[in-house]
Nanobody, 124 residues
Framework: VQLQAYGGGLVQAGGSLRLSCAAS????????MGWFRQAPGKEREFVAA????????YYADSVKGRFTISRDNAKNTVYLQMNSLKPEDTAVYYC??????????????????WGQGTLVTVSS
């Protein structure tokens, strides 16, 4: 499956952005989906995951209560709504697809397909 992430940009601290990730596959609903991010000079880290139906989600502690992952299987798209953004949220954000429906996973190797990333910059 090919993934295209978009929606990044420059936002002030406290602001909001919504990232989208469109999948090319008609079998999108058979993939668990996740978002990761990589800040300059740091390793890629897990942000959020959602199962195939959208009924179960999982978040990193650093974004819990501020970010919301969701999906629309009719549109082959997964979203990441980011509120109350902080400068430390600045990173390239990647969406990823997994053959597994298990969401309580946060390692890159748990995912099978990756999008190209979209840059989010939060100014203080």
């Amino acid at each position: 499956v090919q993934l295209q992430a978009y929606g990044g940009g420059l936002v002030q601290a406290g602001g909001s952005l919504r990232l989208s990730c469109a999948a090319s596959s008609r079998t999108f609903s058979t993939y668990g989906m996740g978002w990761f991010r990589q800040a300059p000079g740091k390793e890629r880290e897990f942000v959020a995951a959602i199962n195939r139906s959208g009924g179960t989600t999982y978040y990193a502690d650093s974004v819990k209560g501020r970010f919301t992952i969701s999906r629309d299987n009719a549109k082959n798209t997964v979203y990441l709504q980011m509120n109350s953004l902080k400068p430390e949220d600045t990173a390239v954000y990647y969406c990823a697809a997994s053959h597994s429906d298990y969401v309580y996973k946060g390692e890159s190797y748990d995912y099978d397909f990756w999008g190209q990333g979209t840059l989010v910059t939060v100014s203080s």
